[in-house]
């Protein structure tokens, strides 16, 4: 019996399969009566777990079907793990699929691999060796097979003396470890094989195997002891890489593992907490991190031992803080024997302490502290890597050798500056190059500032201004916050992010900003060159001391553009802004103390954002806010208390957006009809907003509009003046009765929620069905009694969800006229009798229906018309006594649900053994009394459900695909 994995869910970057070429990551090889509902049964659910999609074969499959499809799956598979028990050898099969896999691993040039796990046999077995206490199970069972497969029997027994001295799992020699210890490590052995928890690495790596090797020699794996092991030298000399290379070849060998990156700006950004939520949330689970909510609730975590007896490996890349590393991994005695802990740093000093504090005094430290410090790159490797960024070779062309050795020997062999300079001249002309050259030459002692000026003087202004922004606030932040205030400023952000990504300056990880240390201080000096003297001669300003300082002068920064004040904790009041003329951004960001902000913030008639979150102390904003003529973007603090808007805040022409959401604003000014630009207006969990004013339906440039969860009672008749508007929100709103019919007139509206409504009650106005443009209706756990014809109007409708509708007794027939429909989900609509209407059948774009917990008493034979539906939940229906036979016609169906039907009698209709894509069957709690014999049909089948299922007797031959039977 066999097994084979694969997982097509990995991201690009990240896939095994696309790494290795093969159809399948696992072939899984065992002996079905031995292991199949134990440890096999185990090991298959742990590795569906971590996302595996799973091929089966069983051995009731035909000769000539297992040749078609077991072989095949052997040649396309990378690891091969066969799981020796007593009966293996039992099985030809087994024997058989054995000795493909060592002829695959033959041919493979090492792309292939055998794992052996020895179960219940030791590996001597296993390579036929006898003695004489004990005949050998294995060389007996080849003697009986002699006589049937004497062809085969000598390459079966070369396969096992070959497999048995591979070194694998022998878990009669592991006394005090359960299966699942031994599953947990075939678990982590396979992911690391597939490179499945690499951390991702440029494929250009060069001369890094001799300091990788200088490193893991330090880190001493076979010692017991915590060790820790600072990783030391310049930005940019590649001491994250030779880290995340470490990290890559050490994890197989720890319980758990965690690669922290950024530390230093993660934690100025962010605060210590995120990055020890990123730690447990890595070493121990997601729930374990809920419960951090300050410092030291981890350090009272970790000091509690919820990791002392776990052997770990962590790397801190970029600390640059002694109190960045007491708050992540201050002791050894956090850790379990053998742990490992590595820090990146450009700081020689960090991780220095040698002792620590007692009531005893000084004493030595629990832990073992090593340092390695990164060197410069040997010339000719330097060369190596220069080449490949040139030229896309390991060494330059024979006419552009001097040149380049030239280049490098200026950049100081640092792999950033070579990896940068050398894109910069990728095809470019000699002279180009010449011309570099002579540049670099000009700067000899500031190596990588110079090559670094190279690229940037490459680029225009709207792409340095960006730059310049993405070095000094934006790295690590979500690229869409700061997209907005490029466009608005006239930056064009899609031309100069993919510039800045082109050319090497910056990278886009999980859709936020990465910028290379040394690129981030060259961004940095760069505006500080504006002058070196006087920050507010500068045009951006990001340490607090500076900012603090250039609010104090009476003659305020003429230049000043941006100004981040985030996190001054003392900060109660903003002096006066009005000699900051040029501002266009200020950042009061978790100003937590920030009470009142002073009126000359309306002069700033530059300012374009402001950044008011986590000033939970403010109450209001000042009138003269509405003075900002430019302002596109305001984020709005999160405050306990009620937060009031002023009249004044309806002037502001230019605003964008408006999330105050889960804010304590009790009501909108009526001058919000002035927000004539605003495409986003959020009021959810508002829950103090009782009304709308009228002028909102002034808001023309309005797309998007999130009432839920506030206590409005009714729209205005305005609402239906939002002529561009495609989303309206409004779930969880008690105080509606009824949707007004003006609805009717928002000619683009795309999706309509107001599930949860539990007051609205009546008909839908008939309206409805003009909204042309509407892909999904939600009117779920509401009170309305029906739906009108014009439901059949609504053409691009995908979704209808209407479930748990209490007062809705049918479905209008002209729901057939929705051709777009893909689901309809009328759960829990205990009112809902009769038969389905016949023009169901029409539905032919409807991949998922939802019946369930209703009263219908039958569903058509137009039901076999589906053609594309994927799902059918009927669960506790008592109205229907059988499935009707048109069910075999519905192609697609992979999940069919019955459970509960309490009515349904009799055996299940042949033409079920047509849903050759059906995976999931679920007939429990039913009177059915038996299952057709077409039910072997269904070669995708994998669970199949019969609990309390009193009257069937017996089953008939099951698919082999099967693998939950309930």
Known sequence: MSLAFTDPTMEEGSNSQALSGHSYDVFLSFRGPDTRYQFTDCLYNNLEEAGIIIYRDTESLPVGKKIRELLPAIEDSKI???????????????????????????????????????LDVEPDVVKLRTNELEPNLYRQALSEHQKEFSAEVKSWEKALIEVGKI????????????????????????????KVIYENV???LVGVEDRVEAIIKKLDLKSDRVQFLRIYGIGGIGKTTLAKVVFNQLLSSFHHCCFLADVGELSRRHGVV???????????????????????????????GVLRNKKILIVLDDVDEEEQLRNLADRGDWFGSGSRIIITTRYRDILKIEGEASSEGLVKKSAKILTYEVEVMQEHHALKLFSRYAFRRDYPPNHCVSLSKNIVHILGKLPLALEVVGSSLNGKPEDFWKETLKKLQDAPHKRVRSALMITYQRLDNAQREVF????????????????????????????????????????IKDNTFWMHDQVRIFGRDIVCEENFKYPYERSRVWHPENAMTILKRKEGASKLKVLDLSNCKYLTRTPDLSKLVSLERLILEDCCNLIEIDPSIGKLDSLIALNLNGCQSLQELPEVIGCLQHLTEIVMPDILDKFILPETFGKLKSL????????QISKLPFSIGGLVELTRLNLYQCTKIKELPDSVGKLQSLVELD???????????????????????????IGITKLPRVIGLMEKLEELDVSDCWNLVGEIPEEIGSLSCLKVLDLSDTHICGLPNSIGSLKQLRVLRMSHIRGITKLPSAIGLVEKLEELNARGCHSLTGEIFEEIGKLSCLRILDLSDTHICGLPHSIGNLKQLRVL???????????????????????????????????????????????????????????????????????????????IKQLPVLPSSLTCLR
Request: include cysteine; proline fraction near 4%.
């Open 468 to 507: 310049m922004d993405i070095a000094c606030f934006f790295i690590g932040v979500d690229k869409t916050y700061p997209f907005y205030m490029w466009d608005a400023l006239g930056y064009y952000p899609r031309n100069a992010i993919d510039a800045l990504y082109l050319m090497s300056l910056i990278k």
């Open 274 to 304: 995120y990055l020890q939520k990123q730690l447990l949330k890595e070493l121990l689970d997601s729930h374990s991190s809920d419960q951090i909510y300050r410092e030291n609730c981890v350090i009272n975590m970790i000091t509690r």
């Open 80 to 118: 091969y793990i066969p799981i020796f028990s007593k009966t293996y050898a039992s099985s030809p099969w087994c024997l058989r699929e054995l000795a493909h896999m060592v002829e695959c691993t033959s041919k493979s040039n090492e792309n292939k691999e055998i794992l052996p796990i020895f």
């Open 167 to 194: 070194r694998g799992w022998n878990w009669q020699e592991q006394e005090h470890k359960g299966q699942g210890d031994l599953i947990r490590s075939v678990r982590r052995t396979v992911l690391v094989k597939l």
């Open 656 to 663: 964008l957006t408006l999330d105050v959401s889960q804010r």
């Open 707 to 733: 009432l839920s969860w506030t206590s409005i009672g009714h729209l205005p008749d305005s609402i239906g003046d939002l002529k561009q508007l495609k989303v309206l929100r409004m779930s969880h709103i």
């Open 202 to 204: 440029t494929k250009d």
């Open 873 to 951: 939940r009927m669960s506790h229906i008592r109205g229907i006594t059988k499935l009707p036979s048109a069910i075999g016609l519905v192609e697609k169906l992979e999940e069919l649900n019955a459970r509960g039907y309490q009515n349904l009698t009799g055996e299940i209709p042949e033409e079920i053994g047509k849903l050759s894509c059906l995976r999931i069957l679920d007939l429990s709690d039913t009177l059915v009394s038996g299952l057709p014999t077409t039910v072997s049909h269904l070669s995708n089948l994998q669970t199949l459900s019969l609990e309390s299922c009193p009257r």
